[in-house]
Antibody
C-alpha cells in the first residue's frame, strides 16, 4: 500500500525557516517524481515544487511564488522527500501536501494527509 | 487567479447529472492531458480522472471526463450526497514548467 506521511509543520515567525519531510512507502521511491502542493485556509490547491527522479537527474521546478526561497530535495536511499522553506512569509501559511507523480504531466496519484504550516508576523 | 478557469460552484438534486467545465490555453490543456481531483471536506485531494477520461481503480463509473481543444469537463451522472466535494482540474503547463490548476468547483447536492 502506497503511503506518504508528511511531518515538520508548525508555527514559525515570519522570516524564519522550516523543513518539511515526506516519508514514502509501498512503492519504489526512486522511480517517481515527487511534488509538494499547498492549500491556504479556505482556498484552492497551489503547486509549490517538483523534483524528478534520477532518470531525469532529479531536476527541480518551482512555482514563482516560492522560487528562490524554497528548495525541494530527495533522498532515494531513505525514500524521503524534503521541502526546505526559508524566508517564510505570512502568505505561506497553508496545509502542505506531499504527492507522488505517476508518469508525466499532472497526474499526482497519491497524496499525503498534509502538514499545517502557520507563519506569524 | 488560477491558470485554469472553473466555475466556483455547481449543484444538482440527487440523481441528476452535473457537469463542471475547465478552460485553459495552448500552453496547458491544449498540449497536455487533463486530470481531475476530488477533495472531500477535511481530507486530502484524491485523483479522480486522469489522461482526460480514465478512472483510477475504485472510482465509480458515474464520474467521467472529456477534453476538446483547450477545454475539458467533468460529469457526474447520478449525483449522490457523498459526491459533495471540491473538484479541481489540472494540466501540465509548459509556460510554468509545472502543473496548472483550476480554482476548484464546489459541488452541492440539493
Amino acid at each position: 500500500e502506497v503511503q506518504l506521511v508528511e511531518s515538520g509543520g508548525g508555527l514559525v515567525q515570519s522570516g524564519r525557516s522550516l523543513r518539511l519531510s515526506c516519508i514514502a512507502s509501498g512503492f519504489t521511491f526512486g522511480d517517481h517524481a515527487m511534488a509538494w502542493f499547498r492549500q491556504a485556509p479556505g482556498t484552492g490547491l497551489e503547486w509549490v515544487a517538483l523534483i524528478r527522479n534520477r532518470a531525469y537527474s532529479g531536476t527541480t521546478e518551482y512555482a514563482a511564488s516560492v522560487k528562490g526561497r524554497f528548495t525541494i530535495s530527495r533522498d532515494d536511499s531513505k525514500s524521503i522527500a524534503y521541502l526546505q522553506m526559508n524566508s517564510l512569509k505570512t502568505e505561506d501559511t497553508a496545509i502542505y501536501y506531499c504527492t507522488r507523480r505517476d508518469g508525466f504531466a499532472a497526474k499526482f496519484d497519491y497524496w499525503g494527509q498534509g502538514t499545517l504550516v502557520t507563519v506569524s508576523s | 487567479q488560477s491558470v485554469l478557469t472553473q466555475p466556483p460552484s455547481a449543484s444538482g438534486t440527487p440523481g441528476q447529472r452535473v457537469t463542471i467545465s475547465c478552460s485553459g490555453g495552448n500552453s496547458n490543456i491544449g498540449t497536455s492531458t487533463v486530470n481531475w481531483y476530488q477533495q472531500l471536506p477535511g481530507t486530502a485531494p484524491k485523483l479522480l480522472i486522469y489522461s482526460n477520461n480514465q478512472r483510477p481503480s475504485g472510482v465509480p463509473d458515474r464520474f467521467s471526463g472529456s477534453k476538446s481543444g483547450t477545454s475539458a469537463s467533468l460529469a457526474i451522472s447520478g449525483l449522490q450526497s457523498e459526491d459533495e466535494a471540491d473538484y479541481y482540474c489540472a494540466a501540465w503547463d509548459d509556460s510554468l514548467s509545472g502543473p496548472a490548476f483550476g480554482g476548484g468547483t464546489k459541488v452541492t447536492a440539493l
